[in-house]
Structure formats: C-alpha cells, structure tokens
C-alpha cells in the first residue's frame, strides 16, 4: 500500500493540542472559473461516534442564522482510492491496483469480506495475506464491483497494491443556521469533496470543532484569498449525519451556539429578490459580523439546487480586509428583509467581490430528506 503524507494521515497531536491550518487546500475546482469558498487538508483524526438519528423537521420553521467559522473533520465509509502506481519489485515494475480493475475515485468497501473503514485496515489485511489472492469489494458510482487482487513485494520486501488511499479529511467552513428546537445544524452550502478526484466524500462520522480565525490572505483575480485560523481536533461541539451537494448536516452536542441571536424564517424562492442584501461572516477570531452585499441574480429553479444566486460584496470594510469572498467563509448566511435567503458556497476567481449561493429553501428541504432517511 503506498503512502506518504498527501494521502495518508499524519500523527497525532497531544491530547488538547490546537491545529494550525491554512485553508488553501480546495474541496471542489469547477471548471467555469468558480472556487469552493472552504478548505480541507488531510491529517488523523480522532474519530466520533455517528451522530443519533435526528427527528424529521417541520416545513415553515425558523432557525438561527450563524455565520461562525468551524472546523470540520470527516471519516469515510470505506477507504477511497485517489491514484494508482507502479511497484519496482526485483523482477519488475508492475501496478497490481491497476491490473485488477481499480479506478481513481472506487471505494474499497470490503477486503475478504472484512469491512475496511481506515488505511490502517487495509494495510494490516495486505500484510498479514501476503502474496495471497485479495477479493475486493467496491462502490463505483453506487454499483457494487468484485475485484481479485494480489500484492507482490516491492524492492524492500514489503507487500503493496500500488494504490493512494483517503480516509479521513479535514478543512475550515462557516456554520449557516442551526434549528433550536431539534438542534440541528446545515454548515458550507456545498459538499465536501475529496481534492484528487473531486468526489463527494463518502461520510461514515465526522464532526465540527472549535475553531478561531487568525488572520486572512486576501482576495485577488486570478488569486483566491483564505481565511487562517486554528482548530482543536478534540473539542467537538457538533456530530455530522450527513454530506450531501447541498452541505454538511449534523446535530449540535452543546450549547456553544447558543448566543441569544433571535431566529429568523427561511425565506421560499419567491421571497428573493435582486437587491440590497447581508451576509454574517467570522474573518476574525470568534466574532461574527454583518457586512454589506448585493445580490445581482436569482437564477430559475430548472439550473438546480445548488448556484441559485449570484452575489456581490458592496460592504467597504469587507472589501478592505478581505477583497471580497475568501476560501473559508463558504455557509456565510445570506439575510434579506429579516429573513435567511441563502448562503455563499463558491467564489469568481477572476472577480472575489462576486461569488455563488445556494437557497436557504434548498439546504432545509436537503435537511428534512437526510433526517427522514436517518429515522426510517
């Protein structure tokens, strides 16, 4: 099994310790010049229990708008393959990931029919097999897949399948609303998607953490700015049951958001406007602020749930600190007329004063079906 610290977690820190991260790590680079507005790195975590299945929402309900940067921490449902490479053995240089039928972006469920959650699995079943014969079983785009696999010893004498794993990511968001009365909470406004192959992170458990904004590189075109900021891997203050297109889902453990902020009502597509606007942000160490924007288009339903506005920064102060949208601030809540419209997800690359959200509308009905599907 390669390994090396861009696929494989690195060691743990003390107990309690704060992690430095920079956020310039992309989840999602589309192709028309738009940047994810959040950041992941890849590291070993320590693991939370999965979040209790969460009661169905109502419809027409209020929450309480965050905006307030979190850590978020995710560990895959099996281990996902991100690359594939030749071994050098004494006799050869051979790829028996690639000779069975392995693909960039297959999850390896299963390895003789043991369940494989962790690189560490995997890496004890090569080794104690050998240069046995290994089934693999994997998720390919939801088809289920059989694989015979064999590792061969490398020039070191240590068997290896030639194949990049994840499983585990972590990165910087912004929390969008939580619901008090269920305790539920939507963070990011989109998914988390692996770096190398821009695949929705398949999610056994996660959490969000405490998280504290250091300093911010500013926006530039051509040149995405990001939020800095430290984050303990120890202090969960929330359990995810879910990450969807939509964003991150999950139940509040504590009390830690409970700051007095009055809820509001989500407001339905028809109750958007182009128009004056607000955003709640944390660009500076725990205090979220309101700043200025605009909002320039509402596109129709039929261009899906996730780019349904275009919005633009106008807030001087904003502008002057960060250029505009910042890797980071992606789930930034989008307010209008006393109600949540929506939050920020991505970023113009060419223009950081403009960027993408999504309907507030959209992230709660995504809510009621994930809640749903966890109680039946």
Same mark, same amino acid.
């Given at each position: 099994?390669?390994?090396?610290?861009?696929?494989? #977690?690195?060691? =743990?820190?003390?107990?309690?310790?704060?992690?430095?991260?920079?956020?310039? =790590?992309?989840?999602?680079?589309? %192709?028309?010049?738009? $940047?994810?507005?959040?950041?992941?790195?890849?590291?070993?975590?320590? %693991?939370? #229990?999965?979040?209790? !299945?969460?009661? !169905?929402?109502?419809?027409?309900?209020?929450?309480?708008?965050?905006?307030?940067?979190?850590?978020?921490?995710?560990?895959?449902?099996?281990?996902?393959?991100?690359?594939?490479?030749?071994?050098?053995?004494?006799?050869?240089? /051979?790829?028996?990931? %690639? *000779?069975?039928?392995?693909?960039?972006?297959?999850?390896?469920?299963?390895?003789?029919?043991?369940?494989?959650?962790?690189?560490?699995?995997?890496?004890?079943?090569?080794?104690?097999?050998?240069? $046995?014969?290994?089934?693999?079983?994997?998720?390919?785009?939801?088809?289920?897949?059989?694989?015979? !696999?064999?590792?061969?010893?490398?020039? $070191?004498? /240590?068997?290896?399948?030639?194949?990049?794993?994840?499983?585990?990511?972590?990165?910087?968001?912004?929390?969008?609303?939580?619901?008090?009365?269920?305790?539920?909470?939507?963070? =990011?406004?989109?998914?988390?998607?692996?770096?190398?192959?821009?695949?929705?992170?398949? =999610?056994?458990?996660?959490?969000?953490?405490?998280?504290?904004?250091?300093? /911010?590189?500013?926006?530039?075109?051509?040149? #995405?700015?990001?939020?800095?900021?430290?984050?303990?891997?120890?202090?969960?203050?929330?359990?995810?049951?879910?990450?969807?297109?939509?964003?991150?889902?999950?139940?509040?453990?504590?009390?830690?958001?409970?700051?007095?902020?009055?809820?509001?009502?989500?407001?339905?597509?028809?109750?958007?406007?182009?128009? #004056? !606007?607000?955003?709640?942000?944390?660009?500076?160490?725990?205090?979220?602020?309101?700043?200025?924007?605009?909002?320039?288009?509402?596109?129709?339903?039929?261009?899906?749930?996730?780019?349904?506005?275009?919005? $633009?920064?106008?807030?001087?102060?904003?502008?002057?600190?960060?250029?505009?949208?910042?890797?980071?601030?992606?789930? *930034?809540?989008?307010?209008?007329?006393?109600?949540?419209?929506?939050?920020?997800?991505?970023?113009?690359?060419?223009?950081?004063?403009?960027?993408?959200?999504?309907?507030?509308?959209?992230?709660?009905?995504?809510?009621?079906?994930?809640?749903?599907?966890?109680?039946?």
């Amino acid at each position: 099994m390669e390994q090396d610290t861009k696929h494989r #977690p690195w060691a =743990l820190l003390p107990a309690g310790a704060a992690l430095l991260l920079g956020l310039a =790590l992309t989840l999602l680079l589309a %192709r028309d010049g738009v $940047q994810a507005a959040s950041g992941a790195v890849v590291l070993q975590l320590p %693991r939370t #229990p999965a979040a209790a !299945a969460p009661a !169905a929402l109502e419809t027409g309900r209020k929450v309480v708008p965050l905006g307030r940067a979190v850590g978020i921490k995710l560990f895959s449902n099996g281990v996902l393959v991100v690359g594939l490479s030749d071994l050098e053995t004494s006799a050869s240089t /051979v790829s028996p990931g %690639r *000779s069975c039928g392995l693909k960039t972006g297959d999850i390896i469920t299963h390895i003789n029919a043991q369940e494989v959650d962790t690189i560490e699995q995997v890496q004890a079943i090569v080794t104690q097999d050998g240069g $046995q014969p290994l089934i693999l079983q994997v998720d390919r785009g939801g088809r289920s897949l059989q694989l015979s !696999a064999q590792a061969v010893q490398n020039n $070191q004498g /240590v068997y290896q399948l030639g194949v990049w794993l994840r499983d585990s990511m972590a990165g910087i968001g912004t929390m969008t609303y939580y619901d008090p009365d269920s305790r539920t909470f939507a963070a =990011l406004g989109h998914g988390v998607n692996d770096v190398d192959t821009s695949l929705l992170m398949p =999610l056994e458990t996660g959490s969000i953490m405490y998280a504290s904004v250091s300093d /911010v590189k500013r926006g530039t075109a051509g040149e #995405p700015g990001e939020l800095h900021g430290n984050f303990d891997v120890y202090r969960d203050l929330g359990i995810l049951y879910a990450n969807t297109q939509t964003g991150i889902y999950g139940v509040l453990s504590g009390s830690d958001f409970d700051t007095g902020s009055p809820a509001v009502e989500i407001a339905s597509r028809d109750q958007v406007k182009v128009g #004056p !606007a607000s955003i709640l942000s944390n660009i500076d160490g725990e205090a979220v602020e309101e700043y200025a924007v605009e909002i320039t288009h509402v596109y129709p339903a039929a261009a899906g749930e996730t780019r349904n506005l275009m919005v $633009q920064v106008t807030d001087p102060e904003l502008l002057e600190k960060t250029g505009g949208i910042v890797q980071g601030m992606s789930g *930034s809540p989008i307010l209008q007329d006393g109600r949540l419209v929506g939050a920020v997800t991505h970023v113009l690359i060419n223009d950081p004063t403009r960027g993408y959200g999504i309907l507030a509308e959209n992230m709660a009905a995504q809510t009621g079906r994930e809640e749903q599907a966890a109680v039946s």
